[in-house]
Nanobody, 128 residues
Framework: QERIVESGGGLVQPGESWTLSCKLS????????IGWFRQAPGKEREGISC????????HYEQSVKDRFAIFKHDVDNMAYLLMRNVKAEDTAVYYC?????????????????????WGQGTQVTVSL
């Protein structure tokens, strides 16, 4: 059984809004910070957003700042990435990752090496 499963990928038109979901199994999400990463064709994986276990801290990579928003709902073990005004350059495989920590931890990082669990990824293609 996969511990992290992303969903919501698909074909999106430029300028639209789209939401990716991340389901954590076996563990309680309150003990994890969440990061969203993406890998575009021919490029290295990059961290684009994270949220602390406490939910008090979020970070965004510059290219998605003010367009994307990250949320997590500990009650149902779900995390989300809301993507607004998507652009062609947002086309990528999107990965959700979880970093084990304490529930009151206010830190989050876009460093992929800091995360303990990864999903398989979901493809988002932005095109007319």
């Amino acid at each position: 059984q996969e511990r992290i499963v992303e969903s919501g990928g698909g074909l999106v038109q430029p300028g639209e809004s789209w939401t990716l979901s991340c389901k954590l199994s076996e563990f309680s999400l309150r003990w994890f910070a969440i990061g969203w990463f993406r890998q575009a064709p021919g490029k290295e994986r990059e961290g684009i957003s994270c949220i602390s276990a406490s939910e008090r801290t979020t970070h965004y990579e510059q290219s998605v700042k003010d367009r994307f928003a990250i949320f997590k709902h500990d009650v149902d073990n779900m995390a989300y990435l809301l993507m607004r005004n998507v652009k062609a350059e947002d086309t990528a495989v999107y990965y959700c990752a979880a970093r084990s920590t304490l529930p009151n931890d206010d830190s989050c990082t876009l460093d992929a090496g800091s995360y303990d669990y990864w999903g398989q990824g979901t493809q988002v293609t932005v095109s007319l």
